[in-house]
């Protein structure tokens, strides 16, 4: 376990095992901060040793933040550091009609995107207040902006970070302590292999790339903004009707991107 020796800033990333967490991670190990990381998987100790070819201290660990005792976990290896920011970037999605779907599964959603996150930045936060200084940053998504069909659990999670989000940023806004929310949209890692979407439109199509959107989150965090729509210009162009369109048609929409069995089919 490397020893945290609070010569340089700490980031704590979870989800960090791949995709847009260990791009993330990357950032800040460039950037000159040590790392405390986390995920469920056993890539998580080969992607600490990649981070600290970087030169930053990286402590890894694992723990499945589903389950409470796995908050717990990761809270326990806070004791004694120093956190300057948070980046709660850990999720799951699943995709599938709501009627169809294991209720299982949409518990899992429920239990890493909703419940560990407010678990988890509670006692982040307090001790960011305390001080007086500190970052957190939540991973949101356009999909919060959506109505999800077919993809309905996953989606309303997504809202509820958001709305979360930005509510801490009022209650904060006095302490020093700053709340950036980031918005990505489909991205190259393999959440649509997890979520049971390779039979989808959206699970087919281009996606962004997660070193592009880790920058954009890293820009952001670090300016101290409240919220943006990470990665492309086709998806910063998304995020812009969202906040336009009615709610029906963005449903529909969602519709004709998630339903399974829409790979392969023509634009519309």
Known sequence: MDVMDGNRPLALVTGASSGIGYELARRFAEHGFDLLINAEDERLEHAAQLLRETGAQVRPVRADLRAPAGVD???????????????????????????????????????????????????????????????????????????GSFQAVYNASKSFIQSFAQALQEELKDTGVTITSFMPGPTETDFFHRAGMGDTRIGTSDKDDPAQVAQQAFDAVMKGRKKLVTGSVTTKAQGVADRVLPDGAKAALHRRMAEPGTAGNGSE
Do not use: C
């Open 73 to 147: 976990r990761l809270v326990a290896a806070t004791t004694g550091l120093t956190v300057d920011v948070a980046a709660l970037n850990a999720g799951i999605g699943r995709g599938g009609a709501f009627l169809d779907a294991d209720p299982a599964d949409e518990q899992s959603v429920i239990d890493l995107n909703v419940s560990s996150t407010v678990r988890l930045a509670k006692p982040l936060l307090r001790e960011m207040v305390a001080r007086g200084e500190g970052r957190l940053m939540f991973t949101s998504s356009v999909a919060a902006m959506m109505p």
